[in-house]
T-cell receptor, first 107, second 113 residues
Framework: AQRVTQPEKLLSVFKGAPVELKCNYS??????LFWYVQYSRQRLQLLLR??SRESIKGFTADLNKGETSFHLKKPFAQEEDSAMYYC?????????FGTGTSLTVIP | NAGVMQNPRHLVRRRGQEARLRCSPM?????VYWYRQLPEEGLKFMVY????????ESGMPKERFSAEFPKEGPSILRIQQVVRGDSAAYFC???????????FGPGTRLTVL
């Protein structure tokens, strides 16, 4: 069965510290992986997708097929990064979302 | 482009009543997705529609729930005879095609008393 797991519900880091939000998936085919972000009082929006290999707002994510992971990383966290982050997998017609990780960056 | 619109933003219903949630996709988008977010859970896919067609409803409960996306007008998610367990946030997303980024609406928070 397709599944996306985000093991951390809450994550707090200090400003300037590195941050990693974990995402593991299970999918029988070739998945497309995404990270979505929801800032306070805003709607869910796409942060990045693995096929584009971009760095958005300093965030990167590498698809590791061996470990079936798609962790989101940023070397130096900023206060404005505080938000809810969702990892998502696209398979067939559907998006499968993880339960989300709430990131708080402490000034 | 106003983005994906959902209304109402908040909806309160008593048990047994009907709830109708509306979603207007972004201009030029013909694909609409509905998701439900229960407390403490992630977004769960419910249904995927294109104009006048249901493409995938594998995430929809078999009873009381239905969705449509008519040729004209918004997509509607309809919940008949609501129960307390239907209380959740319902999100709509739209895209121009199957393998494109989905753009999300602000959600409708349904509370069943």
């Amino acid at each position: 069965a397709q599944r996306v797991t985000q093991p951390e519900k809450l994550l707090s880091v200090f400003k300037g510290a590195p941050v990693e939000l974990k995402c593991n998936y299970s999918y029988s085919g070739s998945p497309e992986l995404f990270w979505y972000v929801q800032y306070s009082r805003q709607r869910l929006q796409l942060l990045l997708r693995h096929i584009s290999r971009e760095s958005i707002k300093g965030f990167t994510a590498d698809l590791n097929k061996g470990e079936t992971s798609f962790h989101l990383k940023k070397p130096f966290a900023q206060e404005e990064d505080s938000a809810m982050y969702y990892c998502a997998l696209m398979g067939g017609n559907q998006f499968y979302f993880g339960t989300g990780t709430s990131l708080t960056v402490i000034p | 482009n106003a983005g994906v619109m959902q209304n109402p933003r908040h909806l309160v219903r008593r048990r047994g009543q009907e709830a109708r949630l509306r979603c207007s996709p972004m201009k030029g988008h013909s694909h609409v997705y509905w998701y439900r977010q229960l407390p403490e859970e992630g977004l769960k896919f419910m249904v995927y529609l294109q104009k006048e067609n249901i493409i995938d409803e594998s995430g929809m409960p078999k009873e009381r729930f239905s969705a449509e996306f008519p040729k004209e007008g918004p997509s509607i998610l309809r919940i008949q005879q609501v129960v307390r367990g239907d209380s959740a946030a319902y999100f709509c997303a739209s895209s121009p095609g199957t393998r494109y980024e989905q753009f999300f609406g602000p959600g409708t928070r349904l509370t069943v008393l």
